[in-house]
């Protein structure tokens, strides 16, 4: 069975601080995808990163970073200098297509508040 | 660029009224879709999700439908609502191609009274 735990259901932090956010995934295939979305209050969500289980290179869009290690079955994602328009409920999911299936695994989320 | 559409944005109706929500995607064919439900502070719930026209699966049996008439359009559907269809429901499309990210439309929020 595939499986996304986010472990963190809520995070508050103040402006400027470094903040990562967990998330470990459960599969037995070994091709699947890994995404990290944002739902701001509007309710939207937004992609904001996928990684596939071929590669392991660290990613990092401005203030926004991605560490992705298979070891440990984990995903996580760190925010550096966090700002208040980064509130939002961030989700993790897990994909794959080798299972047959067109299911995408979501964790429960984690609702991050940074505070003025 | 490929965008997601969905209608009405917000939805007040009374319990044991008919629903019909619908989502279309512009600029891509043959998209995977989706139907998810997000009761208030909770996650994603997934409904049914459809690999081509008129191909549905159901993920959670109860009072709603779904139906994939045209290649982009999907619809959710209910012949009577109960209070606890209240939530908010996001429509996604993916390609299953290369990238397979999902793609989410802006969402319903749905009041049953």
């Known amino acids: 069975a595939q499986k996304v735990t986010q472990a963190q259901t809520e995070i508050s932090v103040v402006e400027k601080e470094d903040v990562t956010l967990d998330c470990v995934y459960e599969?037995?295939?070994?091709?699947?995808?890994l995404f990290w979305y944002k739902q701001p209050p509007s309710g939207e969500l937004v992609f904001l990163i996928r990684?596939?289980?071929?590669?392991?290179q660290n990613e990092i869009s401005g203030r926004y970073s991605w560490n992705f290690q298979k070891s440990t079955s984990s995903f996580n994602f760190t925010i550096t200098a966090s700002q208040v328009v980064d509130s939002a409920v961030y989700f993790c999911?897990?994909?794959?297509?080798?299972?047959?299936?067109?299911?995408?695994?979501f964790g429960t989320g984690t609702r991050l508040k940074v505070l003025a | 660029s490929q965008t997601i559409h969905q209608w009405p944005a917000t939805l007040v109706q009374p319990v044991g009224s008919p629903l019909s929500l619908e989502c279309t995607v512009e600029g891509t064919s043959n998209p995977n879709l989706y139907w998810y439900r997000q009761a208030a502070g909770r996650g994603l719930q997934l409904l049914f999700y459809?690999?081509?026209?008129?191909?549905i699966s159901s993920e959670v049996p109860q009072n709603l439908s779904a139906s994939r008439p045209q290649d982009r359009q999907f619809i959710l559907s209910s012949k009577k609502l109960l209070l606890s269809d209240s939530g908010f429901y996001l429509c996604?499309?993916?390609?299953?191609?290369?990238?397979?990210?999902?793609?989410f439309g802006p969402g319903t929020r749905l009041t049953v009274l």
């Open positions: 996604a499309w993916s390609n299953g191609g290369r990238y397979n990210e999902q793609f």
């Open positions: 999911a897990l994909h794959s297509s080798t299972s047959g299936t067109y299911k995408y695994i």
């Open positions: 990684r596939n289980s071929f590669d392991e």
């Open positions: 599969t037995r295939d070994t091709t699947y995808y």
């Open positions: 459809s690999v081509g026209i008129g191909q």
